[in-house]
């Protein structure tokens, strides 16, 4: 019903830059909450950032001043520009939305997206 897909990932030097991005699509009526999460192996997924729908924004503490969390609500789409990168940054960045639907009702629910891989070299 809805699918997220993430893009944009790819290997960078440290001290690099990388822009994120992920479309929503499908059933949507409007999207609340987009963010987004990255794991690093053996560590638990984290939130990286996140945005609402008015554009109030929420970023880890890690990442804050080097990365801008950004929406496009006509393309249902969030970006993240990743900027001075770190090797710390290495993981796979996951895209969330907390969408609302109508099927004869409305619903709300979150959705994963299959995540993409960012590399970052020392």
């Known amino acids: 019903q809805v699918q997220l897909v993430e893009s944009g990932g790819g290997l960078v030097q440290a001290g690099g830059s990388l822009r994120l991005s992920c479309a929503a699509s499908g059933r949507i009526f409007s999207i609340n909450t987009m963010g987004w999460y990255r794991q690093a192996p053996g560590k638990q997924r984290e939130l990286v950032a996140d945005?609402?729908?008015?554009?109030?924004?929420n970023y880890a503490d890690s990442v804050k001043g080097r990365f801008t969390i950004t929406r496009d609500n006509a393309k249902n789409t969030v970006y993240l520009q990743m900027n001075s990168l770190k090797p710390e940054d290495t993981a796979v960045y996951y895209c969330?939305?907390?969408?609302?639907?109508?099927?004869?009702?409305?619903?709300?629910?979150?959705?994963w997206g299959q995540g993409t891989q960012v590399t970052v070299s020392s």
């Open positions: 969330n939305a907390e969408v609302v639907t109508f099927v004869m009702i409305s619903r709300t629910s979150g959705y």
């Open positions: 945005i609402t729908n008015s554009g109030s924004t």
